[in-house]
């Protein structure tokens, strides 16, 4: 867990920086925005892995402007919920997109 968390910290210190100096074009996202989709997606991610219910390598996350969308496979529709509870009860999670598909 703590080798999640560093990376985590790692990825958002870089983000930070590497995005600073950009200028933002019409439709894009912010740099305050971006890194706090970016720290979204992260949180997801890190709870997915702790949870043993969801097969965190099976599941993709992406956020735009605090939406999350969620997609990949699942083993049970179980698992699927799960993941959609997990990605809602992330903090500045507005909105969630589930299209993880439940293989038999």
């Given at each position: 867990?703590?080798?999640?968390?560093?990376?985590?910290?790692?990825?958002?210190?870089?983000?930070?920086?590497?995005?600073?100096?950009?200028?933002?074009?019409?439709?894009?996202?912010?740099?305050?925005?971006?890194?706090?989709?970016?720290?979204?997606?992260?949180?997801?991610?890190?709870?997915?892995?702790?949870?043993?219910?969801?097969?965190?390598?099976s599941i993709s996350v992406e956020t735009l402007n605090g939406t999350v969308q969620l997609s990949g496979f699942a083993k049970?529709?179980?698992?699927?919920?799960?993941?959609?509870?997990?990605?809602?009860?992330?903090?500045?999670?507005?909105?969630?997109?589930?299209?993880?598909?439940?293989?038999?």
């Amino acid at each position: 867990m703590k080798y999640v968390r560093a990376i985590a910290l790692a990825t958002l210190a870089g983000i930070t920086l590497i995005g600073s100096g950009c200028a933002v074009m019409r439709g894009q996202e912010t740099t305050g925005s971006y890194v706090d989709d970016s720290a979204i997606t992260t949180a997801v991610k890190a709870k997915f892995v702790e949870d043993p219910t969801v097969a965190a390598s099976s599941i993709s996350v992406e956020t735009l402007n605090g939406t999350v969308q969620l997609s990949g496979f699942a083993k049970s529709s179980a698992e699927r919920n799960q993941a959609e509870n997990i990605a809602r009860s992330v903090k500045n999670v507005k909105g969630v997109r589930n299209d993880i598909v439940v293989r038999p």
